[in-house]
């Protein structure tokens, strides 16, 4: 066919099958673009919902790699007319960038440091042998190291103790099925739980942050603290209950494999000096968040600690390099310089003008019903999208919605982190998926509950206490 | 002759390493058995590795490797590998990553050439196609899935002959099913079926289908050929003419006791893009195993 042969027609189509939703979604931004304009909506707010779209479409389906991505979304926004290429660097870089971009190399260091042995014991001599107390305790340590550290580095952190208990009960995977599943579980949705505790426990949290400065809006360490953390702590024993009553482990009492578990930590490596030091190097870094955050920005304090580890030779330039995805920062960057976008050119405000129109007298009878919108809108969201993503570009949207922008921006942050659903919704429970001892299905079976009763408690929590504290 | 065995699981893929080692035996080919794990979203690919060194440090392999480890200890059992190799055991701690997302084995053979063990991740019919091209393999061998679009997308990407095990019991099959035209592909199928006739020690059943009731003095010539390079190997073989739908027929031959090993289609990839072809009707249809010869 037109001089091409059969191998080069066959390399066409597998490159076209291969690409097929980067294919679709310009196929629909063109067919958006051509289609007339909603009234009281100016073209750069088109462009920018129309961009929002196609964007969505292929972070969802990666057909393309992510940092790709990236560059189509600056490009297209750039030849948009949405502004010009020096206003969209601008958008593209900030605090929230330098976060996410100090969270992940701190994750290099942090994971390497051992402090997993000193988990495992500290964990097991609060908590003992029995089963449900165990899966207590990785839950309640995975949701208060997360607030603090970063949902994946716990999550890394944590897997090897609990997959080395699981191990130790039983080799046969299919004995300890219910067991590995409590355990893991309790690690992956500890994780998720805390990370909504601090403005450092997620990218998400800090793009919210950012999204409240861009408005006028100030929130310090403490007072994100004050208004998130009870929520926490009120999710952890029910979360550990739920976990432990959809999946009934096959073992109540984990009598030797704990006994073997503390013996294999206490002949491991012990703490060196150099690990005291990483410790303390961390414990100034929290400190710099709580304390100096406001002026300097967290992403600022994060890459503070990350200059000093380096400074300290604590990690190789080359170790950070490697383990660093660059295209995540990337596309982070790329989102939030839409999501900007989206706010600047009027988009934002429409859309939540769409979602009051929908539901407006609805609101206006239950008080709760846009809290509800923005929980089910994020959660659906943060399921298929990534969670920091999802905060990116809904946070400018949520923020029109009400006028208490505080109040809805946080219900935004805090059900992104309700990525119980599926096993690509949050990198804690990917880690733990890729173990190999859950299947996806588990995420749903349990999900599905984990997610109602966190939807309700939220909806009750941020209409009950909010108002008493604010 | 290089041979790719794809296996995806312990339970699943017991079939396709028997059948695919024998007929790596029959061609005495450079055999690669290749587990390909699931595709990881790129928002964590990197964050899942780190956390695996750290799992890794606890003694605790990366997935997959169990896979390999199970592929070893079935070569070991039925004594595929070098005698040395068996004594030592799987080289967990000696995977060699190649540095192009795989991980390495390299072992001796002893019925057939140099057997290897990968271990890649992701897309499996991407990592198939990149494996195929960049190891030059001449036949693919693979489970049968259940995943749809699986064999169009085998057929039409996988750059070299595909054997679908499907449904295989070594004991019960005792025929390989032929069916050829004229065209030049059926030549070289043949010479497959006849090598896996000689390595199974079985017949061949040979059968043409007019489509319209008409062969052409041409078309009998070319089969002829094929006929005599068979009758040439000593292969114990029938010859059937039967009028009707090839793919039908095909099927209906195959009953559950034999071993279909039929050409590639001929039309250009974008038509069979679109309109599919035989072979993967009769691919998708039957449940015996299949060798399309590309």
């Known amino acids: 066919m037109l001089g091409f042969s059969n191998l080069s027609l ?160 039983s080799s046969d995977t299919e004995k300890v099925k219910n067991l590995a599943a409590v355990i893991l579980f309790s690690i992956a949705y500890g994780c998720l739980i805390g ?11 800090v793009i919210m942050i950012n999204y409240f400065n861009q408005s006028g809006l100030s929130l310090s360490y403490f007072e994100w603290m004050k208004n998130m953390y009870p929520f926490v702590l009120i999710q952890i024993p029910i979360v550990t209950w739920i976990i432990i009553n959809t999946f009934k482990p096959e073992y109540k009492i984990l009598d030797s494999s704990v006994r073997k578990l503390v013996i294999k930590v206490a002949k491991s490596r012990s703490m060196t000096g150099r690990n005291t030091i990483t410790v303390m190097i961390f414990i100034l870094i929290i400190i710099g968040w709580i304390f100096f955050s406001e002026r300097f920005g967290l992403g600022t304090i994060a890459l503070t600690g990350v200059f000093l580890y380096i400074l300290g030779g604590f990690v190789r330039w080359n170790d950070l390099n490697k383990h660093t995805h660059w295209g995540v920062i990337i596309l982070f960057g790329a989102t939030i310089s839409l999501g900007t976008s989206i706010r600047s050119t009027g988009a934002a405000l429409w859309l939540a003008d769409q979602v009051i ?23 659906t969201m943060a399921n298929i999208l990534s969670s920091s993503a999802t905060v990116a570009v809904l946070g400018p949207i949520t923020m029109k919605l009400v006028p208490d922008m505080m109040h809805i921006g946080l219900v935004t942050a805090a059900s992104s982190a309700f990525g119980y659903f599926t096993a690509v919704a949050a990198p804690a429970c990917t880690i733990v998926y890729s173990s190999g001892m859950i299947k996806s299905n588990d995420f749903l079976r349990l999900g599905w509950r984990i997610g109602l009763v966190s939807i309700l408690l939220l909806i009750v929590y941020v209409n009950t206490y909010w108002r008493f504290i604010n | 002759m290089k041979i790719l065995i794809a296996i995806g699981s312990k339970q699943y893929s017991k079939s396709t390493l028997n059948l695919g080692m024998k007929v790596a035996q029959a061609f005495n080919a450079k055999t690669t058995i290749i587990d390909v794990g699931e595709k990881i979203s790129e928002f964590s690919s990197q964050l899942v590795e780190l956390a695996q060194d750290q799992m890794e440090s606890w003694d605790f392999d990366p997935p997959g490797v169990d896979v390999l480890e199970w592929a070893f200890n079935y070569l070991s059992d039925n004594s595929l590998i070098d005698s040395k190799q068996i004594e030592t055991g799987f080289p967990k701690n000696r995977l060699i990553d190649d540095g192009e997302d795989r991980k390495l084995v390299y072992l001796s053979g002893t019925v057939c050439e140099d057997v290897n063990l990968i271990l890649r991740n992701g897309d499996i019919i991407s990592e198939l196609r990149e494996e195929v091209q960049y190891g030059g393999y001449d036949v693919t061998i693979v489970g049968k ?31 390989v099913l032929l069916p050829i035209d004229d065209s030049p592909g059926s030549m070289k199928a043949a010479k497959y079926g006849i090598r896996v006739a000689l390595a199974y020690n079985i017949g061949i059943d040979i059968f043409t289908v007019i489509d319209n009731g008409v062969s052409t003095e041409d078309d009998s010539l070319k089969v002829s050929k094929i006929l005599k390079l068979i009758r040439r190997s000593g292969v114990d073989h029938t010859y059937l003419e039967e009028e009707g739908d090839p793919v039908e027929k095909i099927i209906e031959k195959a009953n559950d006791d034999k071993i279909i090993v039929m050409r590639a289609s001929t039309m250009s990839p974008i038509k069979r893009y679109f309109k599919g072809s035989k072979p993967l009707s009769v691919m998708n249809k039957c449940n015996v195993p299949i060798l399309i010869v590309k």
């Open chain 1, 10 to 169: 066959s390399n066409f189509l597998f490159w076209a099958t291969q690409k097929r939703w980067f294919i679709y979604a310009i196929i629909i931004g063109i067919i958006l673009i051509l289609l007339p304009h909603p009234q009281g909506l100016s073209d750069q707010a088109y462009t920018s919902i129309v961009i929002l779209i196609t964007a969505l479409i292929l972070i969802i389906k990666e057909p393309i790699p992510l940092p790709a991505i990236a560059i189509y979304i600056l490009l297209t926004q750039i030849y948009g007319g949405i502004d010009s290429a020096d206003g969209i660097a601008k958008a593209f870089m900030n605090d929230a960038v330098f976060f996410i971009m100090g969270s992940l190399m701190l994750a290099v260091v942090i994971i390497r440091q051992g402090w997993d042995s000193r988990i495992a014991l500290g964990i097991l001599k609060i908590t003992g042998n029995k089963t449900s107390n165990i899966v207590f305790g990785f839950l309640s340590i995975s949701a208060i190291l997360s607030s603090f550290i970063g949902e994946h580095t716990v999550a890394a952190i944590m897997l090897p103790i609990g997959m080395t208990l699981i191990r130790f009960t």
């Open chain 1, 195 to 205: 990370s909504v505790g601090t403005p450092s426990g997620g990218g998400r949290n």
């Open chain 2, 145 to 175: 899935s259940q995943k749809r679009n699986m064999s169009h997308d085998l057929l039409q990407y996988i750059n070299s002959s595909i054997l679908v095990v499907n449904q295989y019991n070594n004991e019960k099959f005792n025929r």
């Open chain 1, 357 to 379: 129109i929908l539901f407006g007298s609805m609101m206006e009878m239950f008080p709760f019903f846009s809290d509800l919108i923005v929980i089910l809108i994020t959660t």
